[in-house]
């Protein structure tokens, strides 16, 4: 049974930061893509970033340069930074790990809340 737990999430006022940790075990599964999507009400899930084990990354339109996903192989971790943060960041982030077997594990998600 693969774990992943996400935390970091919060409420901040436009233009600050926040950073999201999404750490993944009880697995000997090797992993292969770690990253983020979110979700607003009402709205499909969308990506906002991801990593593969070759450090390859992948970012939503909508980014721009304001956030940066990276990884801990030897913590199976994930980390979002976020910088910048506007209005319209404001979501449910998840933490996505598809593991080398090519199994979809999500975390149970955390919020974000940007005010003015």
């Known amino acids: 049974q693969v774990r992943v737990v996400e935390s970091g999430g919060g409420s901040v006022h436009t233009g600050g930061s926040l950073r999201l940790s999404c750490a993944a075990s009880?697995?000997?599964?090797?992993?292969?893509?770690m990253g983020w999507h979110r979700q607003t009400p009402g709205k499909q899930r969308e990506l906002v970033a991801s990593?593969?084990?070759?450090?390859?990354?992948q970012y939503g339109d909508f980014v721009k340069g304001r956030f940066t996903v990276s990884r801990d192989n030897a913590k199976k971790t994930v980390y979002l930074q976020m910088n910048s943060l506007e209005l319209e960041d404001t979501a449910v982030y998840f933490c996505?790990?598809?593991?080398?077997?090519?199994?979809?594990?999500w975390g149970q998600g955390t919020q974000v809340t940007v005010s003015s």
């Open positions: 996505k790990i598809v593991g080398s077997n090519r199994g979809v594990y």
């Open positions: 990593i593969n084990s070759g450090g390859n990354t």
């Open positions: 009880g697995t000997s599964v090797n992993i292969d893509v």
